[in-house]
């Protein structure tokens, strides 16, 4: 398999380009456009109680499309939903975290499950639950916005809205700003704590902070 991002930081988009007996899976909708030779066929990923609960309560689709060649070479290009920029990462019998909506694609040697982030997570804007990637194979993810990688080496307190991905050597917990008027008005409302080492991804925008700017330009 070869693949290109393209677009970047603005409107990343991942194109793929398949042999015969290749395939890729990727969030339902995500196709832009595809060559005539390659084939199409809806599943779920971990089972139907899996693929139901990344729905309800992880923001993905119940199904993925997958992309697969069989007599000749093929392209096919996935774009996210949000603008914004599009990252790549091997995984080597290793596993990743992403928070929901954040899948974009991945080989089919990744599996992805389901994690329970703890009561708090559900009133901290990402939901209940997050994405757990593990495997062999190439992942795929978006942000919204650029993207900022922070190495982290002790602690480092991030607003939910901002978070999209990290690695899982890193523990987290969600909370407030310190007590519980600075947790109400400071309006950042939960934070999550991360703490070991580890890499941790960033965006730069969130759509609930766009739609409450465009809120009042909207006519009542």
């Known amino acids: 398999m070869e693949f290109e991002v393209v677009g970047?930081?603005?409107?990343?988009?991942?194109?793929?380009?398949?042999a015969p007996g290749e395939s890729i899976l990727a969030e339902a909708g995500a196709m832009s456009w595809m060559a005539s030779g390659l084939q199409m066929?809806?599943?779920?990923?971990?089972?139907?109680?899996?693929?139901?609960?990344?729905?309800?309560?992880g923001g993905e689709s119940?199904?993925?499309?997958?992309?697969s060649a069989y007599g000749e070479r093929g392209a096919v290009a996935f774009a996210p939903s949000e603008p914004g920029s599009v990252?790549?990462?091997?995984?080597?019998?290793?596993?990743?975290?992403?928070t929901a909506g954040s899948f974009l694609a991945c080989t089919p040697g990744v599996q992805l499950q389901t994690r329970f982030g703890g009561l708090k997570a559900f009133f901290s804007g990402e939901g209940a639950f997050f994405l757990e990637c593990s495997g062999m194979g190439d992942l795929f993810f978006n942000?919204?916005?650029g993207v900022i990688e922070r190495q982290v080496d002790g602690a480092l307190v991030v607003d939910t809205g901002h978070l999209v991905a990290w690695e899982p050597s890193l523990s987290y917990t969600v909370g407030g700003m310190g007590g519980l008027k600075q947790t109400f008005?400071?309006?950042?409302?939960?934070?999550?704590?991360?703490?070991?080492?580890?890499?941790v991804f960033l965006q730069t925008r969130t759509v609930p902070?766009?739609?409450?700017?465009?809120?009042?330009?909207?006519?009542?």
């Open 8 to 18: 970047n930081t603005d409107y990343g988009r991942l194109e793929v380009t398949l």
């Open 41 to 57: 066929q809806s599943r779920l990923i971990g089972g139907l109680l899996q693929a139901a609960i990344r729905r309800v309560v």
């Open 62 to 67: 119940l199904f993925v499309g997958e992309y």
């Open 87 to 98: 990252l790549h990462r091997r995984l080597k019998g290793d596993s990743f975290i992403l």
């Open 143 to 145: 942000a919204y916005g």
């Open 185 to 199: 008005f400071s309006g950042e409302g939960l934070v999550l704590r991360l703490e070991g080492r580890g890499k």
């Open 209 to 220: 902070s766009l739609a409450g700017w465009i809120m009042p330009f909207l006519p009542s």
